[in-house]
């Protein structure tokens, strides 16, 4: 690309990075911390996460005798949601609504209780409030979740992160226009070369164009998948317009009633028997029906895995079923969007590369900066 289309390109990149740069930057840094979340989090809370040894996925009678265990004590009471251990000598996790602190507004966090249960011994080992900040063990990791999604700034902070996971996609698409290489041998090498030679500025642009070339299609992964998990409604139409996408509607209130927790899960369990029950949502409110999450074995989603069942609470039938090995095309494009994000679809070594990547939009400001000035300064003694 040259002449007048080549120097549009160029402002724009330099727009959206002195606009976007920052937040990049913070995302990258945080995103490098969360590619390791589970980890880091139990490093720093061993009290907190860890409970007593147990063979296999946890029966429908245990995470029976969890909720009615939290239901019986007025200190806790029944939860809005239960999220089971995805192996032996973990806690289970209730989690209970609470009200925002100083009232809803735009820049207001959605707060939880969680309260954390050893599974064997029903023992609560401690709990936090999810939505709450702080430098403390406890609250760090939630702290830059918060931050990293929602810049600590509720549903406003929400938009902003959106906006810039399409700022940093068209960044990502327009340095490599920028970058292109002539078809000839020689071009390619240098557009690949980092020379410093004695000199920083020749060191900035020749770090910010090569290694901008190799990051930019994950950054450019990176940038969707934050503006999907952010504002699905900006981007499930335009996948919805390419690739059939099962229905979005919400579940209606039936019957009063409830055939308990432990029949819930064994109709989804039932459904996909290899699979292992990983979270379980109760109902609010009398009517609603239980949702159930599941791993099966072959999902690219670790951890909770991404099947779904919702099951009446008053019958116990199976009102809807998600099946991610055997989605339509348009909901396994979306399927793998977190797996991306967080580098797991690739396992250890995907991890690995999301949390070096993270590195880069931090450089890529420092670096394309440095060339910004260099060139205004360059300009200024011309004239």
Request: a positive charge; charged letters at 15%; one cysteine or more.
């Amino acid at each position: 690309m040259r002449g007048t289309l080549r120097t549009w390109f160029r402002r724009l990149h330099l727009a959206v990075a002195l606009v976007f740069g920052c937040v990049f930057g913070l995302s990258g840094l945080t995103g490098c911390a969360l590619a390791w979340m589970h980890e880091l989090d139990a490093m720093l809370n061993p009290a907190l996460f860890h409970a007593a040894p147990a063979a296999g996925p946890l029966a429908p009678a245990a995470v029976k005798r969890i909720v009615d265990r939290l239901a019986a004590d007025p200190a806790y009471g029944r939860p809005s949601q239960l999220t089971l251990p995805a192996r032996g000598g973990e806690v289970a996790v209730a989690w209970y609504r609470l009200p925002p602190a100083g009232g809803r507004g735009p820049f207001t966090l959605d707060r939880s209780r969680q309260v954390m249960v050893d599974p064997a011994s029903l023992a609560v080992t401690g709990e936090r409030v999810w939505g709450e900040t702080g430098l403390s063990r406890p609250l760090l990791m939630p702290t830059l979740f918060h931050l990293h999604r929602y810049l600590l700034a509720g549903a406003a902070g929400k938009t902003v992160i959106a906006a810039s996971g399409l700022a940093l996609l068209f960044m990502s698409v327009a340095g490599l226009v920028l970058w292109w290489p002539r078809a000839n041998l020689a071009a390619w090498r240098k557009a690949f070369a980092v020379a410093y030679r004695g000199s920083w500025p020749r060191f900035n642009y020749s770090f910010h164009r090569a290694a901008g070339a190799v990051v930019a299609p994950v950054l450019a992964v990176l940038g969707f998948s934050g503006c999907l998990f952010n504002q699905p409604q900006w981007i499930r139409p335009v996948v919805a317009s390419v690739a059939a996408m099962s229905a979005q509607d919400k579940p209606k209130h039936g019957a009063e009633g409830d055939v308990g927790v432990a029949r819930a899960a064994q109709a989804a369990g039932a459904l996909f028997p290899a699979a292992r029950v990983s979270r379980i949502g109760l109902p609010a409110t009398p009517g609603l029906p239980y949702e159930i999450r599941l791993r099966q074995p072959g999902e690219v989603r670790q951890g909770d895995g991404n099947t779904r069942v919702t099951v009446d609470a008053t019958t116990g039938r199976v009102l809807r079923v998600r099946d991610p090995l055997h989605a339509p095309a348009g909901d396994a494009f979306i399927d793998w969007q977190f797996p991306l994000h967080t580098g797991e679809a690739f396992g250890t070594f995907g991890r690995i590369v999301i949390s070096v990547v993270g590195l880069a939009p931090l450089a890529f400001l420092v670096t394309g900066l440095a060339v910004w000035r260099q060139r205004r300064k360059a300009r200024a003694a011309a004239w």
